[in-house]
């Protein structure tokens, strides 16, 4: 298998201390940065909407916006690839609840908003998107997969493509099983031919039979630990920052996703 | 507009649903025109609605050495994956093409959250899970994907689309893409959703669903009857299965109108129709059968008769067959790809049970009867909330 190359030309960043990619990186330089506002601003949707869309879609919105707006591409014209582990954690823990105690007394809304593929309704009502729009999971190997996916997308059809891969705090009795305990989302603009937008180039590969190096390392404390996006991102988002460096995710259980990256000339 | 794909082979499929197990038992329902759907007797707390509800689930235990999966939603998958010799013919394809080569790309929309409200009916005392269903894979949406890929052994790339309503269409178009990358060689594709409260509840809740079996593209139809399935299709490059049908193309898009409500005139639902006939390098007159989204909601029905009828000439036959099987969610797009390719493989075109006075919408290609006729083209539409869009292109292999 040869590898695929696309394009970078856009990077959204958000966590409960990261408001954006350039914050990121002054933290990655030592320097202290200001904390965002407890919601993601997401200023892409519409008041109305905005005041009342989840969680996931705020965090999904947010960072999509950042990346489509470094890149400096249209919204609406770009297909789109949301990627989460868990999806709306919140939400499953309402209705969960709700249906065990009261079913009938479920809220129209909250259900429609329970679909995986609300962040992507969403935005591509937000900015009139036509084109293909997609949300994935992929357990552990969410972030590889919709890497993956966005990649394979991008290539084949020859255009750029969004990926937005979020996860947010998870609560109650299916928080415990997700272990899920921040937020945290990131987002590429991947494009498929160098272009004055390029920021920097990807080299994909993948590395089959790649049981034993895809288990997680020992446990640090680290913060983004805390987020299955986080953790799986972290090594890519740490590349993105230098502009340039090796890293290995998991696309699968057993598959491994090598990403080696140059500054795009 | 998108340049043609290389069809690929669907060398094996199988579907279970409210008809049955197994693609023979849904060729005699249809053939007979003898629907599946039930009065309501599942929901943990009464709702008077009819269902499509598969028999046996409860009794297809998983092997121990999955049991860390076991939920009704894998249940269902096991149960589904034995049909129609599928998982023989998905284990032979790992075999010829290796583990790692075989992508796996699987639609649901609910995946086990079955599970996850059994569990919240049974918290202890201080709020948590029973130890039973302490198990943190099944209460994810990867569960599906996650369980099926360790019970084929498959290790390439491995996928769950969680889409709605459109989910088990769209994993066509992703294996496609895999294949035509040669990022795998072969793919397993399909969907699985059992029913749950989550959908029973919530689609009573946005007043979606009807008191009777549901009657898609009837004046007088009153809402949906939700339903569950598994199936599974196994895509290969032609040269494999030469004599098999084939994926001619697949359309996808948004409607970037509403979260639950289709586009009034259908701009996304045509796009993808307009997309797919592109990639399959088709014209519209010469597709002779189209499986219709048809959920007998009032908006869907309304809005994709009238694309049907603005679209095609008068030789296309058109029909929904949710009146036989309800509406499968995430899992409708594979069981209806199984019966676009059945449509294909014996010339059969399911009735649109349910449906006695056709809406005024609906043109001279619905077929209200089952009727046999040569199928070379077949297409199935599949959209899902969020404005989700997806629509397949079959076809028969050339003589």
Sequence with gaps: ????????????????????????????????????????????????????????????????????????????????????????????????????????????????????????????????????????????????????????????????????????AGHGPIGEMSGSQAAFGCALVLSPQAGERSLMRLDLTLEPHAGSMLHPAPRTGAWQEANPTASAAWSLMQNLVRGSGECTVAAAETLALRIVMETSA | MPVPIQPLAVSAYTVTSALGHGLESHVAALSATRGGLRQNDFSSAPLACWIGRVDGVEDAALPAAHAVWECRNNRLAWLGLHQDRFLERALDVRQRYGAARVALVLGTSTASIGATEEAYRRLDDE?????????????????????????????????????????????????????QLGLADAAVVGGVDTLCDSVLFGFNALELVSPEPCRPFDQARRGISIGEAAGFALLERVGMAPHAPRLLGYGESSDAHHMSTPHPEGLGAELALRDALARANLHADQVDYINLHGTASLKNDEVEAALVTRAFPTTTRASSTKGFTGHTLGAAGILEAAFALQAIERGLVPANLGCTTPDRACGPQFALEVEQRAIDVALSNSFGFGGNNACLAFGRAPA
């Excluded at chain 1, 990261?18 to 949707?45: N, Y």
């Excluded at chain 1, 109305?48 to 916006?65: I, K, Y």
């Excluded at chain 1, 709700?98 to 909250?110: C, D, G, I, K, V």
């Design chain 2, 127 to 179: 709020g948590h899970m029973p130890p039973d269903l302490r198990r943190p894979l099944i209460h994810a949406p990867h569960s599906l994907a996650g369980f099926v890929a360790e019970a084929l052994g498959l290790e390439g790339p491995c996928l769950t689309v969680s889409t709605a309503c459109s989910s088990s269409a769209k994993v066509f178009a992703n294996a496609e893409r895999l294949i």
């Design chain 1, 1 to 168: 298998m040869n590898a695929l190359h696309a394009f970078v030309e856009g990077i959204g960043v958000w966590s409960a201390t990261l408001a954006d990619f350039a914050a990121l990186k002054a933290q990655e330089r030592g320097e202290s940065v200001a904390a965002p506002p407890a919601r993601p601003p997401a200023s892409m949707l519409p008041a109305s909407e905005r005041r009342r869309a989840p969680e996931s879609v705020l965090l999904a919105v947010e960072v999509a916006s950042q990346a489509v707006a470094m890149s400096g591409r249209e919204a609406g014209e770009l297909p789109c690839v949301f990627s989460s582990a868990y999806g709306d954690q919140l939400i499953s823990d309402y209705m969960c609840a709700t249906l065990a105690q009261a079913p009938t007394e479920l809220s129209p809304t909250r259900f429609h908003n329970s679909v995986h593929n609300a962040p992507a309704g969403y935005w591509t009502i937000a900015t009139g998107c036509h084109a293909p729009s997609s949300a994935i999971t992929a357990g552990h190997a969410s972030f590889g997969a919709g890497l993956l996916e966005a990649a394979s997308l991008c290539i084949t059809e020859q255009q750029p493509v969004l990926l937005v891969c979020s996860d947010i």
